[in-house]
């Protein structure tokens, strides 16, 4: 077969174990939109802009490992960059945005082109997207693509950040060499066998002082490729384990070891006195921002810490690196003898809320215990920047269930979008939404993109008539919203042959009745529209806004 621009990309995307590609046209990127299409094991998914589309890679990714976006010069590649590329460089997701560039000629020629500023400099694109990405390339010659696309996808799925790619839209359907073998992009850095073996020795002398050993699993744990390996680690050492908000559902709950979330002031119950207490806190892939930190005042660090990150490890102020997590953790899992002190007497949080009578008004605790029952061991449930996260964390998951959130972007308007990609990626899980109000109205459209595929997602429209996350924070006539008739956009969205469904829960038993219909929903999603009072919220959320309200309103230092 002869190859070009497009059609080596799309092979190349195959051969990463892309199935479906993410797309919004434009006439930059038409020709190259052609060449995709004309690999059949690639399917084109269209989404309704391009911040939507980006956000749909992101979710692929989440669910099957890397995702594309494919979107216009400068109108579209703007737009997306908020979410295929900021979003998933925060969140460590291997995302590629394809952008149609200007015809190969126009650079540097003096034209002016539709859709960008006006002036004549075309390189403000690239230059954006340097800034969030871990490898940005253009292609104006076909010759140079193969190298080119290659060196961008190989550093992605290694660095697990986004990429950029800019195309030509005169390049696209050039002739250009045909791919190599696949292990050119896959291929593992070696591990320096001398510095792995020193961490070991170093960590395992470390422990063997300790008899309060607490291991905390943060979210880089999933980009490093190493959850199996902290539960090997977890197995040996029989200590307790946390997880940290972000994190959650990256450590099995079902474990003997699990002891809920490591949270600061808002940690499940008992979890931050095991953290605190610890003499030995084995912190694996940790982010501490001011959220998870909670104003910067539950941040465990110093001696008693063993810090051990994607590409290094810091034990008693020395470093090690040259080898990947997970080879670390089971290393280590080899050598450590067992810890079991922090699991006696105490065990694994659990959420205890009785049901509500089905005529009783419908509440945030209801809300909360009807998902959780839902949940299963082939559940995603997204959960919305806002209250969405606190309701989350109180769940017990069993294991295999994925909780999915943007702690690090916290984006409002991410989970329909990226639900939607993660329901592409994974249509054979149940696929759970749960999203504010105010988050919906951002993104609301891409529920037309779910019932145009078919997809059995269920939307739980958490309706409390406002920004109640904020208005927890800092308080004012902004943080209230024009309120919709969320359950009736979905007869819009239909249009003459969608089979989404739009349904209101006012009391227990609505929102019971709901649920049963969204089951039962399997050609298109459902959208449940859970009337809660607006000062209905979890303790944990007021608790932990009054908190960053303070660490926000720290008055400046004034050097005079
Ligand atoms: C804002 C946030 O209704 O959820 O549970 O009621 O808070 P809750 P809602 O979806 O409201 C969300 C709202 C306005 N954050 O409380 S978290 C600021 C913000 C953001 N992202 C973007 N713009 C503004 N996080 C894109």
Redesign the pocket.
């Known amino acids: 077969m002869s190859y070009n621009v497009g059609k080596y990309l799309a092979k190349r995307l195959e051969q990463i174990g892309i199935k479906d590609h993410f797309a919004v046209a434009g006439d930059y990127n038409l020709v190259l939109l052609d060449q995709l299409l004309d690999n059949k094991n690639l399917k084109q998914i269209y989404d309704c802009n391009e911040l939507n589309c980006g956000f749909a890679a992101e979710g692929y990714a989440r669910a099957n490992g890397a995702g594309v976006c494919v979107v216009t010069f400068s109108v579209g590649a703007i737009s997306g960059m908020n979410s295929a590329l900021g979003g998933a460089y925060a969140e460590n997701l291997p995302v590629l945005m394809v952008s149609g560039g200007p015809n190969s000629n126009d650079y540097g020629s003096g034209h002016i082109l539709h859709h960008t500023t006006g002036k004549t400099d075309y390189d403000y694109q690239m230059e954006m997207a340097k800034q969030v990405t871990c490898a940005a390339e253009r292609i104006t010659q076909a010759s140079e693509a193969p190298q080119k696309i290659d060196h961008v996808l190989r550093t992605m799925l290694r660095e697990r950040k986004p990429a950029y790619l800019e195309i030509s839209c005169n390049i696209s359907a050039q002739e250009c060499p045909a791919p190599g073998p696949v292990s050119t992009l896959l291929a593992e850095p070696k591990t320096d066998k001398t510095s792995l073996d020193a961490a070991v020795k170093k960590s395992a002398d470390f422990l063997k002082g300790a008899e309060r050993v607490v291991i905390l699993v943060g979210s880089k744990v999933r980009p490093a490729d190493a959850e199996k390996q902290a539960v090997e680690l977890a197995d040996k050492l029989g200590c307790a384990v946390t997880v940290m908000a972000a994190a959650k559902s990256y450590f099995p709950e079902q474990h003997p070891g699990f002891r809920g979330v490591y949270w600061g002031v808002v940690s499940s119950p008992g979890a931050q006195e095991l953290v605190d207490s610890a003499d030995a806190l084995i912190t694996i892939g940790p982010n501490w921002n001011d959220y998870a930190t909670v104003g910067w005042r539950a941040w465990p660090r110093g001696k008693r810490v063993l810090q051990v990150e994607p590409d290094r490890v810091l034990v008693e102020n020395e470093s090690f690196a040259g080898f990947p997590m997970r080879e670390f953790l089971s290393e280590l899992s080899k050598v450590v003898t067992p810890k079991p002190e922090t699991t006696k007497n105490t065990t694994a949080p659990k959420l205890e809320i009785p049901a509500a009578a089905p005529s009783a008004p419908l509440t945030n605790d209801e809300m909360t215990r009807q998902i959780q029952e839902l949940l299963t061991p082939d559940t995603t449930l997204m959960v919305?920047?806002?209250?969405?996260w606190f309701n989350a964390m109180r769940m017990n998951l069993p294991n295999g269930c994925r909780v999915e959130s943007e702690m690090q972007w916290?984006?409002?308007?991410w989970s329909i979008p990226s639900g939607f990609g993660c329901a592409v990626g994974a249509p054979n899980r149940r696929n759970l939404i749960m999203?504010?109000?105010?988050?919906?109205q951002?993104t609301a459209q891409e529920v037309g993109q779910m019932i145009r595929y078919e997809l059995p997602v269920i939307i739980f429209l958490?309706d409390?008539k406002?920004?109640?996350?904020?208005i927890a924070i800092h308080d004012g006539p902004y943080n209230y919203i024009q309120n919709w008739n969320y359950a009736a956009l979905m007869d819009a969205f239909n249009g003459e042959k969608g089979h989404g469904l739009g349904l209101v829960a006012k009391t227990a038993g609505e929102m019971a009745e709901a649920i049963k219909k969204g089951l039962a929903n399997k050609k298109g999603p459902t959208l449940i529209q859970c009337c809660i009072p607006q000062d209905d919220?979890t303790e944990a959320l007021t608790v932990w806004g009054r908190e960053v309200a303070q660490t926000n309103a720290r008055p400046p230092i004034v050097n005079d």
């Open positions: 919305e920047t806002g209250d969405s916290g984006h409002i308007g999203c504010g109000d105010g988050s919906f951002l958490v409390n406002g920004y109640g996350i904020e919220c």
